[in-house]
């Protein structure tokens, strides 16, 4: 509100000696405290706001407040006798809405991009006359949105680059927490400047009444003719459009005071969603570099059990192939010792035939040995003639050569025997 325009106003009041304004300026309000932990941005939440709405410092009864989400009604409530209306919404999702207050004859009033904050109160004075007077509410909640999923898709290639970001978006936010300190600052000083203003404006005001009272005065010591009434009807009737035009005038300025202070809540609230977003948004961003690093330990793990599974699996295989080849040797040199035993055994047995073959001739040779003896004795004593003798001895020689040849026929079987048996 400009200092030099209220003063104006109220001194056109005097000089028309008009009913007093009354000027209603609420200069701060209490903020709720928001009584749920919002740690997470995500989390569906049930949210309650309070909208108080008058005109001209009065409450207004009757006024239709809306929250609005994407063109769509999502709850309404009207004002009552102290110009006061709750509304809550259940399953709030922390999206950008928009705020309407509205009743017939006077101009609709729209917030737009704000924030829901439980506990919140806002404050808002009515305008006559049609059309809408619409406040925007700026809010990052898209770029942090996307901020956060870029980050989250790059958690794992590019870390170092995600840090950098961190500290430019650190940076960022404490220009912009500075840039909202002075923003504080100077509103206070414009509110200061408005208080001293009022209390100007209200020194004037008891100076009109004061005056008013006078010319009241004046006004009964001065005859009753048609001219004067006429006089007074004209007076009255410029005064009613002055003061029709004042509180126009005035009901517009409080409007936009109250628009302002709204604006500054709304922001607030924005900015405080925002930084809890930021948090969810980190808190995310950690849990998933947790579980991308659990799952790296847990793949790097899984490798690790399944290279020591095929290196047992390997060796197990090999051992398997060891002990296989061992039966089969074991096999082998069982059915070779089998075989050895049978061709041991049928060695044996053959052996022993020319033994006994052998031991046959050895016998026959003793007995043709015996007959040699018996001629040699007949002979060295002369008991037989020489034709005899040599008859004998050709028979001895005969039995002898058959002998040897039989021998040799034996030495021959086991020749042959040894080397089909291998045996030296």
Same mark, same amino acid.
């Given at each position: 509100? /400009?200092?030099? /325009?209220?003063?104006?106003l109220?001194?056109?009041?005097?000089?028309?000696?008009?009913?007093?304004?009354?000027?209603?300026?609420?200069?701060?309000?209490?903020?709720a405290?928001?009584?749920?932990?919002?740690?997470?941005?995500?989390?569906?939440?049930?949210?309650?706001?309070?909208?108080?709405v008058?005109?001209?410092?009065?409450?207004?009864?009757?006024?239709?407040?809306?929250?609005?989400?994407?063109?769509?009604?999502?709850?309404?409530?009207?004002?009552?006798?102290?110009?006061?209306?709750?509304?809550?919404?259940?399953?709030?999702?922390?999206?950008?809405?928009?705020?309407?207050?509205?009743?017939?004859?006077?101009?609709?009033?729209?917030?737009?991009?704000?924030?829901?904050?439980?506990?919140?109160?806002?404050?808002?004075?009515?305008?006559?006359?049609?059309?809408?007077?619409?406040?925007?509410?700026?809010?990052?909640?898209?770029?942090?949105?996307?901020?956060?999923?870029?980050?989250?898709?790059?958690?794992?290639?590019?870390?170092?680059?995600?840090?950098?970001?961190?500290?430019?978006?650190?940076?960022?936010?404490?220009?912009?927490?500075?840039?909202?300190?002075?923003?504080?600052?100077?509103?206070?000083?414009?509110?200061?400047?408005?208080?001293?203003?009022?209390?100007?404006?209200?020194?004037?005001?008891?100076e009109?009444?004061?005056?008013?009272?006078?010319?009241?005065?004046?006004?009964?010591?001065?005859?009753?003719?048609?001219?004067?009434?006429?006089?007074?009807?004209?007076?009255?009737?410029?005064?009613?459009e002055?003061?029709?035009?004042?509180?126009?005038?005035?009901?517009?300025?409080?409007?936009?005071?109250?628009?302002?202070?709204?604006?500054?809540?709304?922001?607030?609230d924005?900015?405080?969603s925002? /930084?809890?977003?930021?948090?969810?948004?980190?808190?995310?961003?950690?849990?998933?570099?947790?579980?991308?690093?659990?799952?790296?330990?847990?793949?790097?793990?899984?490798?690790?059990?399944?290279?020591?599974?095929?290196?047992?699996?390997?060796?197990e295989?090999?051992?398997?192939?060891?002990?296989?080849?061992?039966?089969?040797?074991?096999?082998?040199?069982?059915?070779?010792?089998?075989?050895?035993?049978?061709?041991?055994?049928?060695?044996?047995?053959?052996?022993?035939?020319?033994?006994?073959?052998?031991?046959?001739?050895?016998?026959?040779?003793?007995?043709?040995?015996?007959?040699?003896?018996?001629?040699?004795?007949?002979?060295? /004593?002369?008991?037989?003639?020489?034709?005899d003798?040599?008859?004998?001895?050709?028979?001895?020689?005969?039995?002898?050569?058959?002998?040897?040849?039989?021998?040799?026929?034996?030495?021959?079987?086991?020749?042959?025997l040894?080397?089909?048996?291998?045996?030296?």
């Amino acid at each position: 509100m /400009k200092i030099m /325009k209220i003063k104006k106003l109220l001194t056109l009041a005097l000089i028309l000696v008009g009913i007093p304004a009354v000027v209603s300026a609420k200069t701060s309000f209490k903020e709720a405290t928001l009584t749920n932990d919002a740690t997470s941005i995500n989390l569906a939440s049930s949210v309650t706001i309070s909208v108080e709405v008058t005109y001209l410092g009065k409450p207004m009864e009757g006024v239709m407040v809306s929250i609005l989400s994407d063109g769509k009604t999502l709850v309404q409530g009207t004002t009552g006798g102290n110009g006061k209306a709750d509304v809550s919404v259940d399953n709030y999702d922390n999206k950008s809405i928009t705020l309407s207050i509205k009743k017939e004859g006077y101009k609709t009033q729209l917030m737009t991009g704000m924030r829901l904050k439980n506990g919140s109160k806002y404050e808002f004075s009515m305008v006559k006359g049609s059309g809408t007077i619409t406040t925007e509410i700026g809010s990052d909640s898209g770029k942090i949105e996307e901020k956060s999923a870029k980050n989250l898709e790059k958690i794992e290639s590019d870390r170092q680059k995600d840090l950098e970001k961190a500290e430019k978006s650190l940076e960022k936010a404490e220009k912009k927490e500075q840039d909202a300190k002075n923003s504080s600052e100077k509103s206070e000083q414009e509110i200061r400047e408005a208080e001293e203003a009022r209390k100007e404006a209200e020194a004037i005001r008891k100076e009109a009444e004061q005056k008013a009272k006078e010319s009241e005065k004046l006004e009964e010591e001065i005859t009753n003719t048609d001219d004067a009434k006429k006089q007074r009807e004209e007076a009255a009737k410029q005064r009613e459009e002055q003061l029709k035009q004042l509180e126009k005038e005035k009901a517009e300025e409080e409007a936009e005071e109250k628009g302002k202070k709204a604006k500054k809540k709304a922001k607030k609230d924005s900015k405080k969603s925002e /930084k809890s977003e930021k948090k969810e948004a980190k808190n995310k961003e950690q849990a998933a570099k947790q579980k991308a690093e659990k799952e790296a330990k847990e793949r790097e793990e899984a490798k690790a059990k399944e290279k020591a599974a095929k290196k047992k699996a390997k060796k197990e295989k090999k051992a398997a192939k060891k002990a296989k080849k061992e039966r089969k040797a074991e096999e082998k040199a069982k059915k070779e010792a089998e075989k050895a035993k049978k061709a041991e055994e049928k060695y044996q047995k053959k052996l022993g035939k020319i033994v006994k073959k052998q031991s046959k001739i050895e016998k026959k040779r003793k007995k043709v040995n015996k007959s040699q003896k018996k001629l040699d004795k007949k002979i060295r /004593k002369e008991k037989i003639d020489a034709d005899d003798a040599r008859k004998e001895q050709e028979k001895i020689d005969e039995d002898h050569a058959d002998l040897d040849e039989d021998k040799k026929d034996l030495e021959k079987d086991l020749k042959k025997l040894k080397k089909k048996y291998d045996k030296k």
